[in-house]
């Protein structure tokens, strides 16, 4: 599976973002999907998981209640909705595959898109 993520950019504070990651292949149904992200200097962190038909979420707490994920499997894409964005949101972006559920460590996951840069402004 090759992963591409898009859509980060320079947003004010309050602002929104929505990050796609568009998967290649034909199993993009078999694999639960993730968010992480790295600041300068911080390690890759987990931020939100959805699993393989997208009934299930599940989010870190200093996500919830302004980031959303789903998925279309029609579409082999995956989107990060970023609502409410702060200063503490700006992050390298990464997408990420993995066949089990609920993994929230990074060298677990099998696959990874390049990463997309969202950078918040105060």
């Known amino acids: 599976v090759q992963l591409q993520a898009s859509g980060g950019g320079l947003v004010q504070v309050g602002g929104s973002l929505r990050l796609s990651c568009a998967a290649s292949g034909r199993t993009f149904s078999s694999y639960v999907m993730g968010w992480f992200r790295q600041a300068p200097g911080k390690e890759r962190e987990f931020v939100v998981a959805?699993?393989?038909?997208?009934?299930?979420?599940y989010y870190v707490d200093s996500v919830k209640g302004r980031f959303t994920i789903s998925r279309d499997n029609a579409k082999n894409t995956v989107y990060l909705q970023m609502n409410n964005l702060t200063p503490e949101d700006t992050a390298v972006y990464y997408c990420?595959?993995?066949?089990?559920?609920?993994?929230?460590?990074?060298?677990?996951?099998?696959?990874w898109g390049q990463g997309t840069q969202v950078t918040v402004s105060s």
């Open positions: 959805i699993n393989w038909n997208g009934d299930s979420t």
């Open positions: 990420a595959a993995i066949t089990q559920w609920l993994i929230r460590a990074p060298e677990r996951y099998d696959y």
